[in-house]
């Protein structure tokens, strides 16, 4: 259920005069704090000034002076905060001093249970507002959060389509690789490769298959896919931790990975012994699947459907070796069933 947004109205029986009062009561609050002067006990942080100048707004729509805004940058804007990209603040100058600015375009806070708001969306708006030379019609949304780990996951959650944050970002934010117990770039290959753990190991590619299931990219259903998957990851992390750089590579890919964590979890010992196998990769005699599996990873080139082909590769070797067989290539069949050998994926089973 989305967040209870805070309520923006004015108090019963006030009119513009008493508006007009709180807001210079409100102003004069900020100049005291800038000046260094003591602040009333009742309001004493930039949060509690905020929050004022937030419920005394029409629909949340307040004036920022260049002051507040650079106030609320400093003190309130969320720890992990991504970098500030200056050609973003100079295209919201440009729309304040051309007056193409949109005040509708809410820059978003979470109010934290002990009180705390952190600005988890509208740091470059803020700047460029702190950058002008008189103060500039905002709307201000704060979003209460029942913790800081829905705050996180809150801010993690925020995409914009000229700004879409990396997937990095996106885990450091929630702290997901310490969460889960992964190293950050373990942590960071699983939540790429959870689209096809959500999907039973079948790539979604083409803007139409995508548009039927916008799920399994949301970001909030990757990280809950990271959590369900973190025991095997950890186990998998560990088992491939000998092999080279080149190779390891490899081992982290999406369609690899996805695969690797389906035979933890569903043939533990089976697997370790064939990771562990492929990534030291230790004397293997020719046409071992493992073997063949390594000479694939670091030699095919891969064309149209290559995310399948990379289901398809460590399937088909993982086959090979549980049922026995040498393996002297690695053929990808365009369409062809997606099968794992002693897992719910297996070959034969219910269509």
Request: charged letters at 25%.
């Amino acid at each position: 259920m989305w967040p209870r947004l805070l309520s923006a109205t004015k108090k019963p029986g006030g009119n513009r005069a008493s508006e007009m009062e709180n807001k210079q009561m409100l102003k004069s609050l900020f100049d005291r704090q800038e000046n260094g002067k003591p602040l009333p006990h009742a309001v004493d942080t930039t949060a509690n000034v905020l929050r004022s100048m937030v419920a005394r707004s029409k629909n949340g729509v307040v004036h920022l002076a260049p002051g507040i805004a650079e106030r609320i940058l400093n003190e309130l804007n969320f720890p992990e905060q991504r970098k500030i990209d200056t050609g973003r603040v100079y295209g919201h100058r440009h729309a304040i001093i051309t007056g193409e600015w949109e005040e509708g375009h809410a820059i978003t806070l979470v109010l934290l249970p002990d009180g705390r708001l952190w600005v988890v969306d509208g740091q470059h708006r803020l700047t460029a507002i702190s950058q002008s030379d008189a103060p500039v019609a905002a709307t201000i949304r704060i979003v209460p959060m029942d913790s800081e780990k829905e705050a996180r996951h809150f801010y993690a959650g925020f995409d914009m389509r000229k700004s879409v944050r990396t997937d990095k970002q996106v885990l450091d934010a929630v702290g997901a690789a310490e969460e889960c117990g992964l190293s950050d770039r373990m942590a960071r290959a699983v939540y790429q490769a959870a689209p096809l753990l959500l999907n039973d190991l079948e790539p979604l590619t083409g803007s139409a298959n995508i548009q039927k299931r916008p799920d399994m990219f949301l970001q909030h259903n990757k990280l809950v896919a990271l959590q369900e998957w973190a025991a095997e990851a950890r186990a998998y992390e560990k088992v491939i931790k000998p092999a080279r750089k080149n190779l390891l590579l490899q081992l982290r890919l999406p369609g690899v990975l996805a695969v690797a964590l389906y035979t933890m979890r569903h043939q533990p010992a089976r697997a370790v012994e064939f990771w562990g196998g492929v990534a030291e990769n230790d004397g293997l005699r020719k046409n071992d699947p493992r073997a063949t599996l390594i000479n694939d990873l670091l030699t095919r080139v891969l064309n149209n459907g290559s995310i399948r082909q990379r289901v398809q590769q460590p399937s088909l070797a993982w086959n090979a070796f549980c049922e026995g067989r040498d393996l002297k290539i690695i053929k990808c069949i365009d369409g062809s069933p997606i099968t794992v050998w002693g897992t719910p994926l297996a070959k034969g089973r219910p269509a």
